[in-house]
């Protein structure tokens, strides 16, 4: 099995917005091959997206997915994201 965490911090007023996107991961990400589990947490403006994968291509394939480079590509131009950080184990 393979896990990822990746941490997202919103910039002060933002939080809400950056969620948003963020929400709009869950299903789709869920319906990928080999997902076992996909969740979004909050704590005030940081935003924890964690995953279980049932095999090192699983996890491979969410991180190549189209729709999920599409969400952080325009969070990021959109300034909601100021700060990013992720892990894979």
Wanted: glycine residues 8%; proline residues 6%.
């Amino acid at each position: 099995m393979q896990t990822h965490i990746t941490v997202l911090d919103a910039p002060p007023g933002r939080s809400e917005e950056l969620g948003g996107y963020l929400r709009d991961l869950l299903e789709p990400m869920r319906g990928l091959e080999g997902c076992l589990a996909f969740e979004l947490q909050r704590d005030r403006d940081h935003w924890q997206l964690s995953g279980r994968w049932r095999k090192p291509s699983d996890l491979d394939r969410y991180f190549r997915a189209p729709l999920l480079q599409e969400v952080l590509d325009s969070a990021w131009r959109n300034g909601v994201i100021q700060h990013l950080q992720s892990r894979a184990a």
